[in-house]
């Protein structure tokens, strides 16, 4: 699914203590597009995700996701784009600590399924954690837990994958497995990614960079040929 | 199961400690509900089906035209039956023991129309056995008299001796009063015995039955009808007359059901009011706790609706855990209760019922109290904006210095941990404001126990040894001159002996009051009369002393004139005074003004005794039963003795409420001293990793906790002492003057013992800071 941002502005509070998280920003995402956005703390990246993602709402503008356009949807309409349309992969991967892997998965599965469980197997075996679905999050290393994230993420095989920081509790070689199985999956799944990041070695595995700065896109370029992620270094 | 109820599940699961605290709160809530109330109807359908059974009278009519009142009765429409029947107080000999007993008259060979008996043992009165008497239950069990035994009776004639020929229980005396004045009794002080109408007669004195007592169709209440026949019998002279309800025992039992009534309610509430406390501060912690992992369930597309009824279900589970077994528990009570109280009562018809009502509506309230606690934190959680939840959450409360700190400066200058201690409280103001309220919560409860108990102690204390002054009653066979009363003083261990009449007597004021004529030798050392405000009061010689609630009763002030009827006479009398009694509402006067009043010298039918200091008092008492004329003795001491023994039952009830005051006081403080660790779990772990010693934080939270839980006390206390007034108010009447009373020990007990249970409920949150994993935080952090 492609992405359209247009004169898009984001405002928290009002009058002279307004902060424009985003400015006027303008963006054509294609279909399929493994994107990469970076950008230093509070230049504007997150909200950008977060507007995409449905779970925040923008000021003016315009933001349509191919004929969708998410300004001023309904809170049902906002929920069910939400439930079909995208997936989250965050930073603190937000796992249910209460839950196995399993089950995590599984939550999001039934959403658009009966019964997940079956899909919720598959797409952690698809992340390589089958021997790890009965473990609990404390029980399994950060990157395992990354991967459950993005197992649940992909477990309602939404066209459009939102990845916040998703390497930025992890080291060097986990993220970069972590990136790896992202990239594998946009490239198999033909899933739009859309990937935060404040570490720019990751721009160079991505069709496209954007890069933010207070709230505008100061830099838009694609990738003729972008490495794999297992020869990223950072 | 669904992954979400697992979560539900799971999260009960890893704050069980809290959980099972307001899971026990329910169920105790509950329980006591539905014992309470279960107990009240049951002992209410008991006494109900008993009175209908046992056609117990709608009204009682005694002196004056007693037949005419029968005649008037009968011919109303509503009026079942009439009896006529003979009743009198006649002096009565069990053994050695004499006392001041009463004879009923009954039919011979069939069942009265109005009052009937339950034989327990032997059988019914007949014709064949004319001289034989069936005993009141209460008194057959002391003094073990079975069919067979025998009593002595005093008559015109003499002591006549009486076959038992029988046991009974009666509608009448379910609860042994000897009227409404006289309310306690002791069986070595009062008895009944039910003969034959003609023998009764005999034994009495007279010629003509005394009493005429109707009963309604079906028994049901008629209030019109029973005005009218209470008129009537106002008019033609009636000395005591009475409805149902007002019935000496039935008054008494009233004032009983009342108790349950109260307990049904007040007590549950209070409890089912802290459960849903300490529900709230834990859910409401958990929400904030759990603010990104509801994040990712909006992000990924799960309905506010969703969220809302996953986070009601921590209400629902603990509220049906708890209400569930304390609705059946509580049943189950109530049953064993009802039983052990009407066997203790030997009420004649004892009914047990299962009422799928109070089930029902025990797991109602217990859900309702715990849905109610939730549906705010469940609201919030379900409105909470997805991508701010994923930022994580702020520390909660905001920084600034303590209002004490900016009310006094100095306190800027106490050591840092103070400080904090001192910022901790305002941090949270709702969890604060939550602890303090469960402290005055519990101390509520424990003085309205406590209070109770104080009460009824200071009650008997004021009855029996401040305002009563004798050691003993003798009761004459007839009246006697106030000589022969002063020459009691000759006997040996005798200090003291005054003259008394008593006499049935009638007030009319703006209304009608029947109550009891006392009148003292002038200056009586055997009486002490307090007025209102507690001060003592001399007996006048201008007028009559009136029980407080005559002032409502009749409308009369001080000084006021009131109509006076007794022994047939009629005149007019002053009012000297009102005086604040205990037991009872009776009229008191000097034998000085009385006799001016009638204008002829009184007699006296009993006299009070005071036992010279050593006296060995059975052997005073022997030589006063054996001198000829005395017809009944009656020991001071033995209704405070038979009181005090059922003191116990107090103990044990205030014992109990104590240690469900104290169970409730820790869960509600443990609830919130627990969320208070785990809202400060990241700093406690950051003063650690900085080198902080972990006792040192420990007395930080302790000495914020135990500042909040003292700020609580002097709520406590007001609200405790505030909440006991009301409840001792809700059973005062005419029968009873229940001023409470609680003892400044008991202020301080129970205020310590709050303090106590505060400083204890720390303890496992204090202990989990000693376990914590600095590391483990750190990783949890993003979970």
């Known amino acids: ?212 700065r207070s709230g505008s896109i100061v830099e838009d370029r694609r990738n003729a040929n972008p490495i794999e992620a297992r020869e990223l270094t950072w | 199961m669904t992954p979400l109820r697992h979560k539900l599940l799971r999260d009960i699961r890893a704050q069980r400690a809290q959980f099972i605290a307001v899971i026990v709160t329910i169920f105790l809530g509950v ?115 079975a069919p067979g035994g025998t009593f002595e009776v005093l008559s015109p004639s003499g002591w006549q001796t009486v076959t038992v020929g029988g046991v009974a229980s009666s509608p009448e005396y379910i609860w042994p009063a000897r009227d409404r004045q006289e309310l306690i009794t002791s069986p070595d002080n009062f008895g009944v015995a039910f003969v034959g109408e003609s023998l009764a007669q005999e034994i009495v004195g007279t010629d003509r039955p ?53 307990l049904a309610v007040f007590f549950p509430m209070l409890f089912l009011a802290a459960a849903a406390m300490a529900t709230y501060v834990m859910i409401g912690r958990l929400v904030h706790a759990q603010r990104p992992q509801i994040g990712v369930l909006l992000a ?44 203790m009562l030997s009420v004649p018809s004892t009914l047990i019922r299962f009422y799928p009502t109070t089930l029902l509506a025990g797991v109602v309230f217990g859900l309702v109290a715990s849905v109610l606690a939730v549906i705010s934190p469940a609201l919030l959680a379900s409105r909470i904006a997805p991508a701010e939840a994923m930022r994580g959450s702020a520390p909660a409360g905001g920084g600034r210095a303590s209002i004490l700190e900016r009310i006094v400066p100095r306190l800027r200058r106490l050591p840092v941990p103070w ?95 029947e109550s009891l004529l ?24 201008d007028g009559l002393f009136l029980g407080n609630a005559m002032k409502d009763i009749l409308g009369v002030e001080e000084g006021d004139a009131v109509q006076l009827s007794v022994s047939g006479y009629t005149t007019e009398a002053r009012v000297a005074g009102f005086i604040n009694e205990p037991l009872g509402t009776a009229a008191y006067a000097s034998r000085d003004y009385v006799e001016a009043v009638v204008g002829t010298a009184l007699p006296a039918t009993s006299a009070l005794i005071r036992y010279d200091e050593g006296a060995v008092v059975g052997d ?27 003191m116990i039952f107090f103990y044990v009830f205030v014992g109990v409420m104590l240690l469900f005051g104290g169970a409730m006081a820790f869960a509600l403080i443990f609830s919130a001293m627990s969320v208070n660790i785990a809202e400060r779990t990241r700093e406690v772990a950051t003063l650690l990793a900085v080198g902080t010693e972990r006792r040192q934080i420990s007395r930080m939270i302790t000495a914020e906790n135990m500042m909040v839980a003292l700020f609580g006390i002097p709520l406590g206390l007001g609200f405790g002492y505030l909440a006991a007034k009301q409840a001792m108010a809700s059973f005062e009447s005419d029968l009873f003057a229940f001023d409470l009373y609680i003892r400044p020990s008991t202020f301080v007990i129970s205020a310590l013992a709050i303090l106590v249970v505060a400083l204890l409920s720390q303890w496992p949150g204090l202990r989990a800071i000693g376990h914590l994993d600095i590391a483990k935080i750190v990783k949890e952090r993003s979970l």
């Not at chain 2, 008259?105 to 009052?115: E, F, H, R, W, Y």
């Open chain 1, 1 to 212: 699914m492609s992405v359209s941002l247009s004169s898009v502005w984001k405002t928290y509070g009002e009058g002279p203590t307004a902060v424009h998280a985003l400015a006027g920003v303008d963006a054509e995402i294609p279909s399929g597009e493994f994107t990469v956005i970076l950008g230093p703390s509070g230049s504007g990246k997150t909200t950008m995700l977060n507007l995409i993602g449905g779970i925040d709402d923008v000021t003016s503008g315009d933001l349509l996701v191919e004929d969708l356009n998410l300004t001023g949807l309904s809170n049902d309409d906002r929920v069910a784009y939400r439930r079909s349309t995208v997936g989250f992969v965050f930073q603190f991967f937000n796992l249910i600590p209460t839950l196995t892997a399993l089950e995590n998965v599984e939550l999001v599965a039934n959403l658009t399924m009966g019964d997940g469980a079956g899909r919720a197997a598959e797409v952690l075996e698809h992340v390589g954690l089958a021997d790890r679905l009965d473990h609990f999050p404390a029980m399994l290393s950060g990157g395992e837990q990354q991967r459950v994230a993005i197992a649940r993420a992909l477990a309602k095989s939404p066209p459009i994958l939102l990845c916040d920081e998703p390497t930025g509790e992890l080291d060097f070689e986990t993220g970069r497995l972590i990136l790896e199985l992202l990239r594998k999956v946009n490239r198999e799944e033909n899933q739009t990614v859309l990937l935060v990041t404040h570490n720019a070695a990751i721009g160079d595995m991505a069709d496209r960079v954007l890069r933010l």
């Open chain 2, 210 to 262: 005394t009493e005429a007592i109707v009963y309604y169709v079906d028994g049901e209440d008629d209030q019109a009808l029973t005005e009218l026949l209470l008129a009537e019998a106002a008019a033609g002279g009636a000395t005591v007359s009475f409805a149902r309800d007002d019935q000496p025992s039935n008054a008494a039992l009233s004032e009983d059901l009342k108790g349950f009534e109260e």
């Open chain 2, 419 to 513: 400080r904090m201690a001192l910022r901790g409280i305002e941090r949270n103001p709702r969890r604060t404001l939550f602890t303090v309220l469960g402290v005055v919560l519990s101390l509520t409860l424990v003085l309205v126990s406590w209070g109770m108990l104080d009460t009824i102690v200071n009650l008997m204390d004021k009855q029996f040894v401040q305002i009563q002054q004798e050691d003993a009653t003798v009761h004459f066979a007839g009246p006697v001159g106030t000589g022969d009363v002063l020459a009691l003083e000759e006997i040996p261990g005798v200090a003291a002996a005054e003259s008394v009449l008593q006499s049935p007597v009638v007030l009319v004021g703006d209304d009608r009051y």
């Open chain 2, 518 to 541: 006392t009148t003292f030798d002038s200056g009586t050392a055997m009486h002490r009369f307090f007025g209102e405000d507690g001060k003592e009061l001399p007996l006048p010689d």
């Open chain 2, 620 to 646: 005073v008492r022997a030589e006063l039963v054996d001198l000829e004329g005395v017809a009944a003795f009656e020991d001071a001491n033995a209704l405070y003795d038979t009181a005090q023994k059922f």
């Open chain 2, 31 to 145: 329980t006591l509900f539905a014992a309470s109330y279960d107990s009240y109807q049951n002992l209410a359908a008991s006494y109900e089906s008993t009175f209908t059974e046992f056609r117990f009278a709608n009204v009682t009519m005694a002196g004056g035209d007693v037949a005419g009142f029968a005649e008037i009765a009968r011919q109303q429409p509503g009026v079942e039956s009439v009896e006529l029947r003979t009743v009198g107080d006649v002096p009565l000999q069990v053994g050695d023991l004499k006392l001041l007993g009463r004879v009923v008259g009954m039919p011979l060979d069939t069942q009265p129309a109005v009052n009937q008996l339950r034989i327990t043992e032997g059988a019914y009165l007949t014709a064949n056995e004319p001289g034989t008497a069936l005993v009141e239950e209460h008194m057959a069990d002391h003094f073990s008299l």
């Open chain 2, 300 to 343: 990924n597309g799960f309905t506010r609706r969703q969220v809302l009824g996953h986070y009601l279900g921590y209400g629902v589970i603990p509220g049906l855990i708890g209400a569930i077994p304390g609705a059946v528990a509580g049943v189950v009570l109530a049953r064993i209760i009802t039983g052990f109280y009407t066997e």
